[in-house]
């Protein structure tokens, strides 16, 4: 696969390391040859790097395979979901989950991303239901503002709200960066 032909969510090698593609942009600066920067994350660590390769470059996709997953519980911070494909159990460490635990609900629908036979990866959906349990009283007419109020959700997750969100409410939340979409229906 050419550097040129890849795009966010491509799952690559690099230095015998599988990284996710999390952006990309082509590049050609005036008559130089193009390039494409990368940043990934590795899967393994879930450290970021960012890095440039030249446009015909050849990139090698990592050997992966992606089972769709139901997440169950959490227990002495593990955290365990089900292989919708042979129902077995599929164990993560707290730091592997990292940042991620803030949306997992039970029974939601997930995807695991296995390499080497071992389970590297959590795919969550693009956004979340999540209730307001702690926050600030809303102020009376606000409406839409560009000021938004902190808060706290029943998952743990900090964010900031806008001045009419209630404490209580059911809001959308991206999973990607955390912040609020709009109320839940």
């Known amino acids: 696969m050419k550097a040129s032909d890849l795009r966010r969510g491509n799952i690559i090698l690099h230095n015998n390391t599988p ?3 999390m952006d990309f942009h082509h590049h050609t600066p005036g008559n130089l040859r193009a390039l494409v920067q990368l940043k990934l994350r590795n899967l393994l660590t879930g ?4 890095i440039k390769l030249g446009a015909t470059d050849d990139v090698q996709p990592a050997d992966v395979v992606t089972y769709p997953a139901v997440y169950l519980y959490a227990d002495q911070g593990d955290y365990f ?6 129902y077995e159990e599929v164990k993560f460490p707290a730091d592997q989950i990292g940042e991620k635990r803030y949306f997992l609900q039970e029974q939601m629908a997930v995807h695991i991303t296995f ?6 990866n959590v795919e969550l959906p693009g956004s979340v239901k999540l209730k307001i349990v702690e926050t600030d009283p809303e102020l009376k007419g606000a409406t ?4 938004g109020k902190p808060a706290k959700t ?19 939340v991206s999973t990607t960066d955390g912040k609020y979409l709009g109320r839940a229906d």
């Not at 979901?81 to 042979?86: A, L, P, R, W």
């Not at 839409?144 to 000021?147: K, R, V, Y």
């Open 81 to 86: 979901f089900m292989n919708n494909e042979n």
């Open 154 to 172: 029943d998952t743990g997750l900090a964010l900031s709200v806008p001045q009419f969100i209630k404490q209580g409410e059911t809001i959308l």
């Open 19 to 21: 990284y996710s593609v």
């Open 47 to 50: 450290n970021q790097t960012e």
């Open 144 to 147: 839409i503002t560009n000021t």
């Open 115 to 120: 390499y080497n036979g071992q389970p590297i």
